[in-house]
């Protein structure tokens, strides 16, 4: 929840922080530095999505499409609202590119998990005998 109300407050703040006063940002070396910004922030929003969703319990078939499926549209959706949210700001704008990046986040979330399940299964499997 904390970490959504980060991606809030940046999303919702007139000039994004870590942009100084002349405008210049750490990241000016980078094309579109906010792209990566967003793809970093949206990877690990939607690794906590994975834990929160992580202890529910819900039939076979469902219960790995949740614990995949579910950090994805909840990003997607989320990174939707927030660039709605920056549209009407002064200096913001609302980009279907920071939309692509915030998704590819969870993607890759989602894939580095996918690789690591079976561990974390056979981990949490010992646990629980």
């Known amino acids: 929840m904390g970490w959504a109300w980060f991606i809030f407050w940046i999303s919702s703040t007139p000039a ?4 100084g006063a002349d405008g210049t940002s750490l990241f000016d070396f ?7 910004a967003h793809f ?8 906590f999505v994975m834990l929160a969703v992580l202890p529910i319990k819900v039939c076979k078939p469902l219960n790995v499409s949740l614990h995949f499926a579910m950090p994805v549209i909840i ?6 609202s927030m660039e709605l949210v ?22 890759t979330t989602v894939v580095v998990a996918a690789g690591l399940w079976p561990k974390i299964k056979r981990l949490c499997d010992s646990i629980a005998a």
């Open 16 to 19: 994004s922080p870590g942009i």
């Open 30 to 36: 980078l094309p579109r530095a906010d792209l990566f």
């Open 40 to 47: 970093a922030v949206y990877l690990v929003f939607s690794w």
């Open 75 to 80: 990003a997607g959706v989320y990174g939707i």
């Open 86 to 107: 920056q549209d009407p700001i002064p200096n913001r704008t609302a980009d279907a590119l920071d939309v692509v990046a915030d998704i590819l986040g969870a993607m």
